[in-house]
């Protein structure tokens, strides 16, 4: 197992280095839960905060977030809701466009 986490370390390091950023630059970190990236001992988080002690890890709750707002919209005052709320945003960008041009 512990060669999978460092597998998917050396994968973001060389993402990273790709990207021409620095992790010496890097004050954080942010995945779900999963063991294989957050995991206390081994994970990939681990991994590469013993090597650049400033990217601390921090749990990210946009899965959570995502099941949230899929399972609310099958109530119908909040599926409406969410469809004015896009009709609001398409009429917007349609017409800053039309006007910034």
């Known amino acids: 197992m512990r060669r999978e986490q460092q597998g998917k370390k050396d994968l973001i390091l060389s993402a990273v280095a790709e990207l ?8 954080g970190q942010c995945y779900d839960g999963a063991g294989n990236m957050a995991g206390r001992l081994n994970g990939a ?8 002690e400033k990217a601390l890890y921090v749990h990210s709750m946009n899965h959570r ?3 949230c707002v899929a399972n609310t919209c099958g109530i119908p005052l909040v599926r409406n809701m969410m469809d004015v709320v896009k009709k609001i945003s398409d009429f917007l960008i349609t017409h ?4 910034s041009t």
Do not use: K, P, Q
């Open 65 to 67: 977030l995502n099941l």
């Open 20 to 27: 021409g950023l620095s992790m010496n630059d890097c004050l």
């Open 96 to 99: 800053l466009s039309v006007s």
């Open 45 to 52: 988080s681990t991994l590469i905060r013993a090597e650049h």
